[in-house]
């Protein structure tokens, strides 16, 4: 199997959920039927939300170009990234080195119905379009909340380690909310991944499309 390599520090708690769901996502029958993974887990990743929603702070990118670059030294054959909003940054990862890069927008998309998608995301990722033209080439019409402020507050919950029943309490009500004005729902913050079982309507969890798509890499 081929190695992967993960770009982490976006959210601790993010990259061992991905970790978790890889392990469940193989029926291993001993620890040699796993994926090989390479972790650089680097809090020292300068904020997303800083720099594209705020606009102040330093750039990612370069920090992200340089962790690539360290995943391919240790022996990294692929690079995967699970962060909806660093994706941005995508352009930078994939010069930094000729490994490639499992796009988790690619990978979402893939297996996301046509029609309104309600988006539960952070807003720098309506605000970099980041899944702009993949949404357009599959059909996809994104829908977004009108009021941005409780879907930051929520993950600005999370990344301060608070998953509990208030959290889990407001992710519902913002599905809800959303699933009143689409026919789907997209799950595209690794936060939010964490709150997924409050989710009543149909949905997709784009980490779980970027555990595909690392599974599918790694065996191929």
């Not at 879907?151 to 608070?162: P, S, T, Y």
């Amino acid at each position: 199997m081929k190695t992967v390599g993960i770009l982490g520090g976006m959210g601790p708690e993010a990259t061992i959920l991905l970790m978790q769901r890889l392990l469940r996502a193989v029926p291993a029958r001993d620890d040699a039927g796993h994926i090989p993974l390479i972790v650089h887990q680097n809090p020292a990743v300068p904020s997303r939300i800083a720099r594209l929603i705020d606009g102040v702070g330093e750039d990612p990118g370069p920090v992200l170009a340089a962790m690539a670059r360290d995943l391919q030294a240790a022996g990294a054959q692929g690079l995967a990234m699970p962060c909806n909003t660093a994706h941005a940054y995508a352009p930078q990862i994939m010069a930094a080195t000729p490994l490639q890069f499992l796009d988790m927008r690619t990978a979402t998309v893939a297996v996301l119905p046509p029609g309104r998608v309600g988006m539960l995301a952070s807003p720098a990722v309506r605000m970099t379009g980041a899944f702009q033209e993949v949404f357009k080439s599959a059909g996809i019409d994104p829908v977004w909340p009108q009021d941005d402020a409780p879907v930051l507050a929520l993950i600005r919950q999370v990344k301060a380690g608070d998953t509990g029943p208030g959290a889990m309490a407001e992710m519902a009500r913002l599905a809800e909310q959303m699933a009143d004005q689409s026919d789907h729902l997209l799950v595209a913050c690794t936060e939010l991944s964490l709150l997924t079982r409050s989710i009543a309507a149909p949905f997709t969890d784009s980490l779980d499309c970027l555990v595909a798509k690392i599974v599918g890499f790694s065996q191929g």
